[in-house]
């Protein structure tokens, strides 16, 4: 699964931003996907992931904050990201994982994904 982000930028502390990522279609299965936040010296974390049944789930330190939706129709992933702080300052990367059967399950681990962005940066400014 090919998958493209957007909707990085710079942005003041309270500030919001909505990334989306472009994923290619499959013909067959379906897809848990997920977004990932990297910061230099930091632990690459999961930040929100979403089931092929839409179950959701959030680290503790987006939550009430960012929101992951996913359109099945358009194949696009987005994570609205509202009351930004300068700690949510990283690069964001889409993730998917693709399994065989009607139903895909994703935590917040990497290893529940096989396709990665490239990632989309994100400023947040005091």
């Known amino acids: 699964v090919a998958l493209v982000e957007s909707g990085g930028g710079s942005v003041q502390a309270g500030g919001s931003l909505r990334l989306s990522c472009q994923a290619s279609r499959i013909s067959r299965g379906s897809l848990c996907m997920g977004w990932f936040r990297r910061v230099p010296g930091k632990e690459f974390e999961g930040v929100a992931s979403v089931d092929s049944d839409g179950t959701k789930d959030y680290t503790d330190s987006v939550k009430g904050r960012f929101t992951i939706s996913r359109d099945t129709a358009k194949n696009t992933l987005y994570l609205q990201m509202n009351n930004l702080g300068p700690e949510d300052t990283a690069k964001y990367v889409c993730?998917?994982?693709?399994?065989?059967?009607?139903?895909?399950?994703?935590?917040?681990?990497?290893?529940?994904?096989?396709?990665w962005g490239r990632g989309t940066p994100v400023t947040v400014s005091s």
């Open positions: 993730a998917a994982g693709h399994c065989a059967g009607g139903y895909c399950h994703c935590s917040r681990a990497t290893t529940d994904y096989n396709s």
